[in-house]
């Protein structure tokens, strides 16, 4: 596996996502893109993680949103074997499409993904974004429970 792509949301399963793909990476020596998504309002990454501001309100709510997951995701990029062999994305859009355009993109061997995470309530009525990369990716989909 040359390439992984790792979907993640800050949930808990999603963190099981990401050992998965430490493990992986560790084995083949992968390039990793950890990828998430703000569609949904953004994520859940852990407080202790958040650049700290003096005047928040300074910057617009989105630009924070951005800054904070592209520190988070750097974070998480340092904590694999490889480090300089992780790249991140903080993207916004249907977070199920575009992850798997996004695989599509970057020549994916592997998309990594929780079973579920911290979506939106639509996901109650039209299906997990799990299902639907496993669906309509052209890559393999490891989905972690």
Known sequence: MKK????TDGSKIAGKAVEQAKELQRCFKSNVLL???LEDGGNYMPDDVRIKREEESEKEESEVLLEDNRHWLKK???SFPYPEKVTTMVDVGDVSARIVEQALREEADCIIMGSR???SMKSVFLGSSSKYVSQHARCSVFIVK
């Open 76 to 78: 998480l990029a340092d």
């Open 35 to 37: 990828y998430t998504n």
């Open 4 to 7: 992984l792509l790792v979907a």
């Open 117 to 119: 995470g911290y979506g």
